[in-house]
């Protein structure tokens, strides 16, 4: 386990929306899709994401501006130096016949399964068709808005509703905000379909010391930030109530995406 950060160069940087750009940098890593890193930017803090973008030595994190780190992180250029440890937590279990579900950033966690597994089925959903991501990386997605301005208008979770009528798929994988993930599940174990999904908790330490991301006796750093089906009935919190930064148990926004 590496608990120092290994500081990196970035070399690109690319907008894939408004608010999201994708950072690239050199760094070799046995990745598993699914888990994440701890990026650290010196005298500021540190924060988990995802791995969207894997090539041999070349890596890339997308990062939403909407925090104070994010907004530092956004103002980074080429050339500027991160620190990186990890990769930590539980993967993705990558079968064929598959869909994923992903919920604006949550997309940047199903990236690399789209890109490892052939021939998938992928649901993208956006407030708008601003907040799209990665329109020319994977040119096959089926699109929903909130304002049917592109693709399917509803949710994403209506749209895998009515695919999943008429198609059959050996597994759902899915990323995006919580009240979406519970429902996916819920809509998959109506028809029989395995799901996995991955939690965004609030994180510090990243490899299950501090106890901040629990989700029902669960660390999602470590437990997770993949869980399965049968894994997710066991644990009462999911869905419906989360931790803050400051340890207080609140229940959690029922929008989805």
Not at 119 to 140: H, W
Request: charged share 25%; proline share 4%.
């Amino acid at each position: 386990m590496i608990e120092q950060p290994i500081m990196v160069k970035i070399c690109d940087i690319r907008e894939e929306s408004p608010n999201v750009k994708t950072f690239f940098f050199e760094r070799k890593i046995h990745f598993n899709p699914g888990q994440f890193v701890m990026v650290w930017i010196p005298l500021l803090d540190e924060k988990p994401f995802t791995i969207s973008y894997i090539q041999e030595n070349l890596l890339g994190i997308s990062v939403l501006k909407k925090g104070p780190f994010t907004r530092v992180f956004h103002s980074k250029k080429a050339g500027d130096r991160i620190g990186i440890r990890g990769p930590y937590g539980k993967g993705f279990n990558l079968q064929i016949n598959s869909c994923v579900v992903g919920g604006g950033i949550g997309m940047a966690s199903l990236a690399t399964v789209i890109d490892t597994l052939p021939d998938v089925t992928i649901i993208q959903g956006a407030r708008n068709s601003s907040e799209i991501l990665y329109q020319k990386r994977f040119r096959n997605m089926r699109l929903c808005t909130e304002d049917g301005a592109v693709g399917f208008k509803g949710t994403t979770v209506d749209l895998l509703g009515e695919i999943i009528k008429k198609q059959h798929f050996r597994k759902v994988y899915a990323c995006g905000p919580e009240p979406m993930l519970y429902k996916v599940v819920e809509l998959c174990k109506k028809y029989d379909v395995d799901c996995e999904v991955s939690l965004d908790r609030y994180m510090k330490c990243g490899f299950g010391v501090c106890g901040q991301c629990d989700c029902s006796g669960q660390r999602v750093c470590v437990d997770g930030p993949v869980f399965t089906t049968s894994e997710l009935n066991k644990m009462e919190d999911f869905g419906k109530i989360t931790i803050t930064k400051t340890g207080e148990r609140v229940v959690i926004d029922k929008r989805i995406i």
